[in-house]
């Protein structure tokens, strides 16, 4: 989602750091009077020069040099912002509020000044903008965060990593052979929503939210919850083996003709029947034709008869 104007080689990148310029300006309706105007600036210092960001909004500015921060140690292993953490803090979570409900059904999760609790359950964790830390209770894993990419670490079991994409607001799994993340989960300051693995039945799991919470800590209520129900959330509903679709469309196939055999015997039984019906008919109405002649013939018999004894 971060772009610059030019091409910058990521490793030529040699620091990253924020400062807060407060300066007066000249207000528009009165010459004389001055107006304060703070300016956030950002540096990313080079093998040769020093790009400089003036952006108006703080937010912003974080995820700016969160962002080259956390690209350039994914790439090299190195850290070049020596105040990352302390910037991750303020963005996930001293610009949300302290106090918010996180529910799916009759599950739900609180959190209060960096506490996230489950009600019902003894579980306690403590979020400091870095990373999910096991408190007491029952302990269901650690979370690490690094702006970037969201690691659930497990005793005994392997690592499930997300990673964070800004500007669409979405944790994707790692990508398969084919580039594709096969689970993806959506963020919003009211919800936490699943796009995929596709619903078969159309409705996807949703955490709401009482009031905004930070994105990491939504991803990790979703784990915890699918850590305490032992539910697989990186495994995508399963296909068909092409043997099963072959077998099944030779079934359907055959079935098919099936149906149409029956049905052609069905038409010429009652072809059959039409056809005896007609017969019928026909000799009947033969038979009545000839009955009416032989009355006709008698009854000309009888007239001549009268009229030769006349």
């Known amino acids: 989602c971060?772009?610059?104007?030019?091409?910058?080689?990521?490793?030529?990148?040699?620091?990253?750091?924020?400062?807060?310029?407060?300066?007066?300006?000249?207000?528009?309706?009165?010459?004389k009077s001055k107006k304060k105007r703070k300016e956030h600036v950002l540096y990313l210092e080079l093998a040769s020069e020093t790009l400089t960001f003036a952006l108006?909004?703080?937010?912003?500015?974080?995820?700016?040099?969160?962002?080259?921060?956390?690209?350039?140690?994914?790439?090299?292993g190195k850290s070049i912002c020596s105040e990352r953490d302390s910037l991750l803090k303020e963005l996930y979570l001293e610009n949300f509020g302290d106090q918010s409900a996180i529910k799916q059904g009759e599950e739900q999760w609180i959190f209060v000044a960096g506490k996230l609790t489950l009600v019902g359950k003894s579980i306690?964790?403590?979020?400091?903008?870095?990373?999910?830390?096991?408190?007491?209770?029952?302990?269901?894993?650690?979370?690490?965060?690094?702006?970037?990419?969201?690691?659930?670490?497990?005793?005994?079991?392997?690592?499930?990593?997300?990673?964070?994409?800004?500007?669409t607001g979405e944790f994707k799994s790692k990508p398969d052979a084919d580039g594709n993340s096969v689970v993806v989960w959506n963020w919003t300051k009211d919800r936490f929503m699943q796009f995929l693995p596709v619903s078969g039945n159309g409705q996807y799991p949703v955490w709401k939210f009482l009031r905004p919470v930070s994105p990491p800590v939504a991803m990790c209520v979703e784990l915890f919850s699918a850590?305490?129900?032992?539910?697989?959330?990186?495994?995508?509903?399963?296909?068909?083996e092409r043997k099963q679709i072959s077998k099944s469309l030779v079934e359907i196939r055959k079935e098919r003709k099936k149906n149409s055999s029956k049905k052609r015997k069905s038409s010429k039984r009652k072809s059959k029947k039409r056809g005896a019906l007609k017969l019928k008919t026909s000799q009947g109405g033969t038979q009545k034709l000839r009955d009416e002649s032989s009355e006709t013939s008698k009854v000309e018999e009888k007239k001549d008869k009268s009229e030769k004894e006349e």
């Not at 209770?137 to 990673?163: A, P, Q, Y």
């Open 2 to 31: 971060i772009s610059l104007g030019k091409t910058v080689a990521i490793r030529a990148f040699a620091s990253v750091s924020v400062s807060d310029t407060e300066f007066s300006e000249l207000s528009e309706s009165d010459d």
């Open 56 to 76: 108006e909004d703080r937010t912003e500015l974080l995820h700016w040099a969160i962002g080259f921060a956390s690209i350039y140690k994914k790439v090299t």
């Open 124 to 167: 306690e964790y403590t979020w400091n903008g870095v990373s999910m830390k096991h408190s007491k209770g029952d302990n269901l894993g650690n979370i690490t965060w690094d702006g970037v990419t969201f690691t659930f670490s497990r005793e005994n079991k392997e690592d499930i990593v997300f990673s964070w994409v800004d500007c």
């Open 227 to 240: 850590e305490l129900e032992g539910r697989d959330v990186l495994t995508a509903p399963a296909k068909p």
